[in-house]
């Protein structure tokens, strides 16, 4: 995602920017990063608004930036982007889907690709093998309590990813599926992301 550290309700990683937590408050991140806060809103403007995760629980949530960043480490940031997607589709979280799409696009993802991530099965011609076993190891982690995660997802992800890949992909799938609930929790409003770039 050009030189922007997105480390919001997820990152991107890149060079060392901005980021911003997906639930907001003012925090220090890796590379110098820093999550600029946002007070959390609802849709309805006379609704009650819902705590600011970020600046109530600032050392977890820079714990949170810290693992994302980390997790992000070493993984192509268009492979990043994918799992962040598909995750927050399964997840209905729109706040971190209008993010991660217009990261993606700031990054040089095509239309067609990001209108196909959430049937890639049907539409595997626009999607490296590679990624596909990332996207089939996304469901299966962000459904685990449908069926856990079957052998053959994660032997497919196996054989394409080195051991230390792999760890990582597992941890971005973890840290997008925590932004994502943190999000949903805290009322977060989808094209309210107010990183600074």
Known sequence: MTTTNTIPAETTGTATTT????????????????????????????APTRLDFGKTAPKVFRALIGFDAAAREGLDPAL???????????NHCAYCLHMHTGDARRAGESEDRLHMIAV??????????????????????????????????YAQAAAHFDETELAHVLALILTINTWNRVALATGK?????????
């Open 80 to 90: 990043v982007e994918l799992i962040q997607i598909r995750a927050s589709h399964l």
């Open 120 to 153: 890639w099965r049907e539409a595997r011609h626009f999607f490296t093998p590679k990624e596909q076993a990332a996207l089939a190891l996304t469901e299966a982690v962000t459904r685990i309590a449908d069926a856990g995660v079957p052998d053959d997802v």
């Open 19 to 46: 980021a911003t937590g997906s639930a907001g408050a003012t925090a220090t991140g890796p590379a110098g990063a820093t999550a600029t806060a946002t007070t959390a809103t609802t849709a309805d403007e006379n």
């Open 189 to 197: 409003v989808a094209g309210t992301d107010e990183r600074r770039r």
